[in-house]
């Protein structure tokens, strides 16, 4: 039976561990100075952030009654000068820094220079999306932008030689950090440009904001913007951000992490080269199996071993085709035939005359019917037909006394004069 009584739980380790912190009085009033990071101010008045410097960090909160007396406004990259106790908090087992009082410590015009550029640059477009260039799949030749010592160049060479050695690598010696340090990245990226590069990894490694700033001035970034080869920016850890990160096509973390990023891992590749060797194999073995089954398939048919049967089938359709039009052109003459003696033995070519006495009698029915509407039988009738300026008269509107007009007989026309005017 096991003997569970020497195990503690994690409630009880924390709770120890965090009655040491608060009985050490070393951790009880602890002054340091750092930069603020991952700053978040709750609905409470409580804020949260990390404090980091070159190479760590530590979490820190201020409760809202000492927030309250601050005289500047906390963000990330404010450097910044606290005291507080160190603590355990108990539920997560972390340890952090509760601050009662909190300075700015001079650094925090940087920080307000980077966002000032930062909201320029990107008001012009500088970080849209729609200007990054793709990285290419397989580089032959990687350009370097970095110090020729330290670390980054070390950590930057021996990535891409292990993971893609057949790619050829070209260092632009520049410096990183100082006074000088801005424009010599910027003539180093034009130097870049003049040679068939199909990568340029751009940065250094990690420092304080002071040492990354070179990376944050304005020539470096519109220099990284117009070069038309594709950019890693890799400055600094991962923690870290300057302008070059946003302008670039690529940000990596680190040195190392763009370098990964650069170029393919030749492992990889090679399996997926066999994989493709594979998959190209059985695709040739099963297209050549398919194509002899279908060979097969055509040498062992009817038709092939047969061959006169295709054609005594094409001829017994032509000789059904024939047929079918001869017995069409027979039915279409005996219907003509037929047609014909119905013409031959009609009525009106045996009596022609009959057809003549019908026209005849038809021709003198409309004369007469002409006859009964033609006005000039009216007037042989006794009747008369009133004319004014060529138009006959039907009523004596339009007559005035003293006016003249024309009345016509059947043997003539009689030109007259109003002279009175009756209605009836």
């Known amino acids: 039976m096991n003997n569970n009584s020497k195990y503690l739980t994690v409630s009880v380790i924390n709770r120890y561990l965090k009655d040491q912190f608060d009985r050490n009085e070393h951790l009880r009033c602890v002054f340091l100075k750092g930069e603020i990071s991952n700053f978040k101010g709750h609905t409470t008045g409580h804020l949260y952030f990390s404090l980091k410097d070159e190479t760590s960090k530590i979490n820190a909160i201020m409760f809202s009654r000492n927030a309250n007396k ?8 404010t450097k910044v000068l606290v005291m507080g106790r160190i603590g355990v908090y108990e539920a997560s087992g972390s340890y952090q820094i509760y601050v009662e009082d909190m300075q700015e410590d001079g650094i925090g ?6 966002e000032k550029l930062k909201a320029k640059l990107a008001e012009e477009g500088l970080f849209d999306t729609k200007h990054k260039k793709t990285l290419p799949k397989y580089p032959t030749k990687i350009g370097i932008i970095t110090a020729p010592t330290g670390a980054a160049i070390k950590d930057i060479l021996s990535t891409i030689k292990r993971r893609y050695p057949i790619c050829q690598t070209i260092l632009f010696p520049s410096l990183v950090q100082g006074e000088y340090a801005a424009p010599d990245i910027v003539r180093n990226i034009k130097r870049a440009s003049t040679h068939d590069l199909d990568l340029l990894i751009v940065g250094r490694g990690g420092g304080s904001i002071e040492d990354l700033w070179a990376f944050n001035e304005e020539i470096v970034a519109r220099a990284i913007f117009e070069c038309d080869i594709p950019i890693i ?17 690529h940000r990596a973390p680190t040195p190392t992490g763009a370098a990964e990023m650069a170029v393919p891992d030749i492992i990889d590749l090679s399996k997926y080269l066999n994989q493709l060797k594979i998959r190209l194999s059985e695709a040739v073995s099963k297209q050549v199996n398919y194509q002899k089954l279908y060979l097969d398939s055509i040498k062992s048919s009817f038709v092939i071993k047969n061959p006169m049967i295709m054609f005594d089938n094409r001829r017994q359709k032509l000789d059904i085709l024939l047929s079918n039009v001869k017995d069409a052109m027979n039915i279409y003459i005996t219907k003509e035939n037929h047609r014909l003696d119905k013409i031959k033995h009609a009525y009106i070519l045996k009596n022609p005359k009959i057809l003549y006495e019908n026209k005849k009698n038809k021709l ?20 008369a037909v009133a004319y004014k300026d060529g ?18 007989l059947q043997d003539g026309i009689i030109e007259t004069v109003v002279k009175n005017i009756k209605e009836i």
């Open 70 to 77: 601050l005289a500047f406004k906390p963000a990330d990259g």
């Open 109 to 114: 015009n940087l920080y307000i220079a980077f």
């Open 233 to 249: 920016s890799a400055v600094g850890h991962e923690i870290d951000f300057t302008i070059a990160d946003f302008v670039a096509d």
């Open 364 to 383: 003198s029915n409309l004369i007469d019917k002409l006859e009964l509407i033609n006005p000039l039988g009216i007037l042989k009738r006794g009747y």
């Open 391 to 408: 138009k006959v008269l039907s009523s004596i509107k339009g007559l005035k006394s003293q006016e003249q007009f024309a009345i016509r």
